[in-house]
């Protein structure tokens, strides 16, 4: 499981999905971030206009990829690597779909909802091999759709880049690609094994002397 996962895996998404497009060929119509006028029209609880796209914010985008995506998918509850993986393409395709490659993946029953019998066999696998599976099944998806001829390229890029990225996680855990800690150098605030074993010695030889040096 990775600690700060969320955080890791948002600027790649990011840099993914870009600012704003409204291409005649995406079936979404406007987005932003990756964010579709549905999305965030269902997020804020009335309808938008695609100005109202134009100016969605990053951290608002940011709110909705973890409560609509990263959460939906239990990415928390995945190990290191698998939770970007599955989190990308929850944003790129759907959390539904993302769930269903997973399962796949797994060789799960494909509901598309990751539960506990989805996490149990992926805490089970071998996450760089996992990652493999997943951007496999993904990438026959994509390869099956209409518009491949128009983003095909693009998409083949993406998943590339975030098997890649996702593999070098499960490899290093998320704190390789998270940013230092604000409050010091990131590192355990517990005594190194050597200052360990001298204070029990110093305790140990205390007892014996009754406390006399």
């Avoid at 969605?56 to 959460?71: H, K, P, Q």
């Avoid at 390229?153 to 690609?177: N, P």
Wanted: aromatic letters at 8%.
């Amino acid at each position: 499981m990775a600690r700060h996962g969320f955080e890791a895996a948002l600027p790649h998404v990011f840099r993914h999905e870009g600012g704003y497009a409204d291409h005649p060929r995406d079936p979404g119509g406007a987005t932003k971030y990756g964010i579709t006028g549905a999305t965030l029209s269902a997020w804020r609880g009335a309808r938008v206009t695609a100005t109202d796209v134009r100016r969605l914010t990053r951290a608002e985008a940011g709110a909705i990829y973890r409560a609509r995506y990263w959460d939906a998918i239990l990415a928390d509850d995945l190990p290191a690597g698998v939770d970007y993986c599955v989190f990308d393409a929850a944003v790129n395709s759907g959390p539904g779909r993302a769930a269903r490659w997973l399962q796949a993946a797994l060789r799960v029953p494909q509901d598309g909802i990751v539960g506990p019998v989805t996490l149990a066999a992926a805490a089970a696998t071998d996450a760089a091999r996992l990652i493999d599976d997943i951007c496999d099944v993904r990438l026959a998806f994509l390869r099956s759709l209409g518009t491949f001829a128009v983003f095909g390229r693009g998409w083949e890029r993406r998943v590339g880049e975030v098997r890649r990225a996702a593999r070098a996680m499960a490899r290093d855990g998320a704190a390789a690609t998270t940013p230092p800690d604000p409050r010091g150098d990131g590192r355990d605030s517990a005594p190194p094994a050597g200052g360990i074993w001298s204070m029990l010695a110093v305790l140990l030889r205390a007892i014996l002397t009754g406390g006399k040096r």
